[in-house]
T-cell receptor, first 115, second 113 residues
Framework: DTGVSQDPRHKITKRGQNVTFRCDPI?????LYWYRQTLGQGPEFLTY????????KSRLLSDRFSAERPKGSFSTLEIQRTEQGDSAMYLC?????????????FGNGTRLTVT | GEDVEQSLFLSVREGDSSVINCTYT??????LYWYKQEPGAGLQLLTY?????DMKQDQRLTVLLNKKDKHLSLRIADTQTGDSAIYFC?????????????FGRGTSLIVHP
């Protein structure tokens, strides 16, 4: 399977704990995006990388959130001191560079539940 | 800022056509997309259209774009029970040219046998 892979699929954590999610994009894709999706809503943009450079961050990405893509391949999204409001599906997507119309290819997401 | 609006629910009988509508506010949007999401899964790209086109057809799917009214629709011919899912409209390429898609809330399509 050469699609976008996310790990874990589900994560349950207690409020105040830190969590980290991983995304492996399609191998030839240089762009990597993180979105958040809550129940009944569409995906909301969090941040995006081109290779290892983080080029844009949404105001939704509070200082408790940090994303990295150290070698321009896989990416991690860490949430520190989780809150119940962080409960959501975290979606990763990738696309190739060079063409602005390249659509995003999504993974199956990591569902986070903060208790 | 950008805004994408969709009706939340659509119910059709198997074999009928489904039409899902979307409106957007950013007149400089360049690309418009339709994605499908099944329960527990990520988003699957169905089709997309460039803003200088007004129609695109791909097998059972027809996309119509009215750029003047900023209205996009997705028609699914001969709808099947397997088409039951949430359908998201998205736009990108607007002000600033960031090409980061903005999504609507999704339309839940229910297909009755």
């Amino acid at each position: 399977d050469t699609g976008v892979s996310q790990d874990p699929r589900h994560k349950i954590t207690k409020r105040g704990q830190n969590v980290t999610f991983r995304c492996d994009p399609i191998s030839e894709h240089n762009r990597l995006y993180w979105y958040r999706q809550t129940l009944g809503q569409g995906p909301e943009f969090l941040t995006y990388f081109q290779n290892e450079a983080q080029l844009e961050k949404s105001r939704l990405l509070s200082d408790r959130f940090s994303a990295e893509r150290p070698k321009g391949s896989f990416s991690t999204l860490e949430i520190q001191r989780t809150e119940q409001g962080d409960s959501a599906m975290y979606l990763c997507a990738s696309s190739p560079t060079g063409r602005e119309d390249s659509p995003l290819h999504f993974g199956n997401g990591t569902r986070l539940t903060v208790t | 800022g950008e805004d994408v609006e969709q009706s939340l629910f659509l119910s059709v009988r198997e074999g009928d056509s489904s039409v899902i509508n979307c409106t957007y506010t950013d007149s400089s949007s360049t690309y418009l997309y339709w994605y499908k999401q099944e329960p527990g899964a990520g988003l699957q790209l169905l089709t997309y259209i460039f803003s200088n086109m007004d129609m695109k057809q791909d097998q059972r799917l027809t996309v119509l774009l009215n750029k003047k009214d900023k209205h996009l629709s997705l028609r699914i011919a001969d709808t099947q029970t397997g088409d039951s899912a949430i359908y998201f409209c998205a736009e990108s390429g607007g002000a600033g040219g960031s090409y980061i898609p903005t999504f609507g809330r999704g339309t839940s399509l229910i297909v009755h046998p």
